[in-house]
């Protein structure tokens, strides 16, 4: 580990993430599948494992699946916890404005078990299991645990919205950043107020306002659009929705169809799913949740839990979360091998 600390310091970004291309398969919680992220490993770029919304034993099952299918480097991205303040009435509230939604999935009534977060147990998975690289999104994690991770000769790469929140992160010591335009999709990774600056403007905000390696993500969905980021002073880019529908995929079909079938201006930023900011395909859910209480993040989230995976049973994609980026219009199916060749 001391070595790899060293190594480090006289190499380029893409050496030190031990990759052939600038790009980075984006992180996708319940998405990203072992043979996903492996597939991004194995075309020269780095994959990601999504593991926001899994245990600590989970997370390393995950990582040894992809040790199994893949000797390349590949991170794994964790979501900071929050602790947001919630009141019984506030989360009651909640509930019964999803009643209605429920009913027309022939739920009368249901659980919602309030998920808790396994982050400490996984930074000492990724730590006891080798992992390289470790991205995260939604905050910054405490000194001791960035100490921890750095001592431990892994690799961290923050998420930032604004330039305010990437000053933030190379504060707190973290090596590389990512600069998320608000065309990008899944959840925004906000953790300072809450700003939808798109990438033409946020790039080089942040690149003038810090001194660590700046990565690209958000809309980017071709090989110009790749280019024109790298030209701009990204020392690599990050790619989600472009992938989504891939073979690898751990997408839902009827997810997948509805983002090969979308048209431009087909996606819309709310917080009804989770009670956090994220982009996705705009179906009835998210029009019925208009002017709805919603209870904050991550409590929505597990109110909402059981009715998309009900809607998805079903297959009722209007009641499903379809989280895609602003170029979702442009993505294709094929495996993730074709679509990354397509970038290079
Ligand atoms: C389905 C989906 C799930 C996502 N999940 C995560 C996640 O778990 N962690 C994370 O840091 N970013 C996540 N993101 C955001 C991506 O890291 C990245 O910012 C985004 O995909 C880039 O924009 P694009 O989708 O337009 O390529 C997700 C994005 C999508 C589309």
Redesign the pocket.
């Given at each position: 580990m001391e070595s790899r600390k060293k190594e480090r310091a006289i190499m380029t970004f893409i050496d030190m993430l031990g990759i052939k291309h600038p790009i980075i398969q984006?992180?996708?919680?319940?998405?990203?599948t072992p043979q996903f992220v492996a597939a991004a490993a194995e075309a020269g770029v780095l994959g990601?494992v999504?593991?926001?919304?899994l245990s600590a034993e989970e997370t390393r099952d995950f990582i040894r699946e992809v040790k199994k299918l893949t000797g390349n480097p590949f991170a794994v991205?964790l979501?900071i916890p929050e602790n947001n303040e919630m009141n019984q009435e506030q989360l009651d509230q909640a509930y019964l404005a999803l009643q209605p939604i429920g009913r027309k999935l022939g739920m009368s009534s249901w659980k919602a078990h309030l998920s808790e977060s396994d982050f400490d147990r996984q930074v000492d998975v990724i730590i006891e299991e080798d992992v390289p690289i470790c991205?995260?999104?939604f905050g910054i994690p405490n000194q001791k645990t960035i100490q921890k991770l750095k001592n431990a000769g892994v690799l961290l790469i923050g998420?930032a919205t604004t330039k305010e929140e990437a000053i933030a992160v190379e504060k707190a010591g973290v090596d590389a950043v990512?600069a998320?335009?608000s065309?990008?999709?899944?959840?925004r990774?906000s953790f300072i107020g809450e700003e939808h600056v798109p990438l033409a403007v946020l790039l080089p905000s942040i690149i003038e306002a810090v001194t660590i390696p700046v990565i690209a993500?958000?809309?980017?969905?071709n090989k110009e659009q790749l280019n024109h980021q790298l030209l701009r002073g990204a020392e690599a880019v990050?790619?989600?929705?472009?992938l989504?529908a891939t073979e690898e995929s751990g997408?839902h079909p009827l997810y997948k169809q509805a983002v090969l079938e979308a048209a431009e201006n087909s996606t819309v930023l709310t917080k009804a799913f989770s009670g956090k900011s994220a982009?996705?395909i705009r179906n009835e859910f998210i029009d019925i949740m208009v002017g709805i209480p919603i209870a904050p993040y991550p409590y929505q989230n597990d109110l909402t839990k059981k009715i998309r995976s009900e809607a998805a049973a079903l297959g009722r994609p209007e009641f499903m979360s379809l989280?895609?980026?602003?170029?979702?219009h442009e993505s294709a199916c094929g495996t993730v091998k074709e679509i990354i060749k397509k970038f290079i």
């Open positions: 984006a992180p996708m919680a319940g998405v990203t990601s999504g593991a926001g919304y991205n979501f991205s995260f999104t998420t990512v998320q335009g065309e990008a999709g899944g959840h990774g993500a958000g809309g980017i969905a990050q790619i989600g929705t472009a989504l997408a982009r996705g989280w895609a980026g602003e170029s979702v």
